[in-house]
C-alpha cells in the first residue's frame, strides 16, 4: 500500500486498542512499530527518580492509586511532557531517514502532535467514549482485581486527550465497531 506519510503516530489511552491497531497498521503499511511503552521502560531503567521523576512517579510511589483519577492523569500528563522531547528526536530521525513507522503510546499528547509541523507526519487518536467497555477490554486482556480503577483512569485520561484532540484540531476515532476500525483509519489517512 502506497505511503503519503512518513511517520504515523496513533495515541489514546490505555485500554483502547491502540496497541492492536497499530500492529495491524505496521503490517499492512510494511513499516516499523515503534512503542512509546518502550521508551518510558528504558527511562524507568536508565535514570533516577531524581533525575526524571515523572518517569519514575509509579516505581517510587506505590500508594498512588490512594490519590484518586485525577491525580493518576496529571501524572500520566506529566509522564507524556517528560517523554516529549525524546519522541519528537525519534520522530524526527525517521522523516530524516526516511524510515516510516507506527509510533504508538498512551503517553503521546496532542500538545506535542501539534508542534509537528512537517507534512510527512499524520496522526489519529483513539477514543473509546465508554469507561465500561474500557473495563471489559482490560478484563479481556488481563483480568485482575485492579482493572475497575485503572478503567477509571484510563477513561478520564481518555477524555483529557479527547479535548485536547478539539483544542488542537486533531482527528479522533472510535474504535468501535472493533470489525473495521482499521479500514476506517485508513480511509481517514487518503
Known amino acids: 500500500m502506497a505511503l503519503n506519510w512518513d511517520v504515523l503516530i496513533i495515541g489514546g489511552a490505555s485500554g483502547v486498542g491502540k496497541t492492536s491497531v497499530s500492529r495491524q497498521l505496521a503490517r499492512i503499511y510494511e513499516v516499523d512499530l515503534i512503542r512509546v511503552d518502550d521508551f518510558q521502560i528504558l527511562l524507568e531503567k536508565t535514570t533516577t527518580p531524581e533525575a526524571c521523576p515523572a518517569i519514575h512517579y509509579w516505581a517510587t510511589n506505590p500508594n498512588w492509586r490512594e490519590l484518586g483519577v485525577e491525580n493518576a492523569v496529571k501524572r500520566l500528563i506529566d509522564a507524556g511532557h517528560a517523554l516529549m522531547p525524546g519522541l519528537q528526536a525519534v520522530i524526527d530521525d525517521h522523516i530524516g531517514e ?21 507534512g510527512r507526519i499524520r496522526s489519529i ?66
Not at 503510546?105 to 500538545?111: A, C, H, Q, S, V
Open 125 to 190: 487518536f483513539i477514543h473509546e467514549p465508554s469507561r465500561e467497555q474500557i473495563l471489559q477490554n482490560y478484563l479481556a486482556r488481563e483480568g485482575g482485581e485492579l482493572q475497575e480503577f485503572r478503567a477509571d483512569v484510563s477513561h478520564a485520561y481518555g477524555e483529557w486527550l479527547a479535548e485536547e484532540c478539539k483544542k488542537y484540531n486533531i482527528q479522533t476515532i472510535n474504535p468501535r465497531p472493533w470489525g473495521d476500525v482499521v479500514d476506517r483509519i485508513i480511509k481517514t489517512l487518503g
Open 98 to 118: 526516511g524510515i516510516p513507522m507506527v509510533l504508538e503510546g498512551d503517553f503521546i499528547l496532542p500538545e506535542m502532535v501539534a508542534s509537528l509541523t512537517d
